[in-house]
């Protein structure tokens, strides 16, 4: 079974500071990584994606992602923190189609982050 | 929230009471997938539609049930064996199963009185 373990409930961190939400997973074969936000009240928007290729991922709003298979890790990061960048931070894995066929998607728990001013 | 709409935004219900949560897209997706969301537990998945006119159970179907008569419709309807309904629905599709990111729809916030 897929597993995905974001290990901080809550981040803390000053804007213009560079920040990290932390992501592991665990999934048979290659894994298809996905990094969504959540403001207040609302649905869950996309970010990035980690299929195959370059490790290091660059999505929306400045954010990037990068993953680590030996660590089996895909933290995101963003050099200079925003103050509107305070939302909830979902991690997502899945199985790549090929390797397993269809699978669903598993999201972890969710990382608040904070950045204050 | 990219073309995807649920409604209505608040929900309110007795105990004892079915209630259909709606569910639409204008993106021509494929796939259709429906989550509860509660605090402190991420998403857990509900049910799931590949296509038209099919649907599977996801990890917490009980309780709930389906249609998919149209390509953009996919409403939920949370029935009186659900035990714990309060709960964050939120509504995502995409282009095929599997291969595509998500997006999701602004969630329907139901409570039970």
């Known amino acids: 079974a897929q597993s995905v373990a974001q290990p901080e409930d809550q981040v803390n961190v000053a804007e213009g500071n560079p920040l990290t939400v932390k992501c592991t997973y665990s999934v048979s074969g290659n894994p298809y990584l996905f990094w969504y936000v959540q403001y207040p009240n609302r649905g869950l928007q996309f970010l990035l994606k980690y299929i195959t290729g370059d490790n290091l991922v660059k999505g929306s709003y400045g954010f990037e992602a990068e993953f680590n298979k030996s660590q089996t890790s895909f933290h995101l990061k963003k050099p200079s923190a925003l103050v509107s960048d305070s939302a909830l931070y979902f991690c997502a894995v899945r199985p790549l189609r090929e390797e397993s066929g269809y699978s669903t998607l598993t999201f972890g728990k969710g990382t608040m982050l904070l950045v204050s001013p | 929230d990219g073309g995807i709409t649920q409604s209505p935004k608040y929900l309110f219900r007795k105990e004892g009471q079915n209630v259909t949560l709606s569910c639409e897209q204008n993106?021509?997706?494929?796939?259709m997938y429906w989550y509860r969301q509660d605090p402190g537990q991420g998403l857990r998945l509900i049910y799931y539609s590949q296509i038209v006119n099919d649907f599977q159970k996801g990890d917490i179907a009980e309780g709930y049930s389906v249609s998919r008569e149209k390509k953009e419709s996919f409403p939920l309807t949370v029935t009186s064996a659900q035990k714990n309904p309060t709960a964050f629905y939120l509504c995502a599709s995409s282009l095929s199963y599997g291969e595509n990111e998500q997006f999701f729809g602004p969630g329907t916030r139901l409570t039970v009185l």
């Open positions: 993106l021509n997706h494929d796939a």
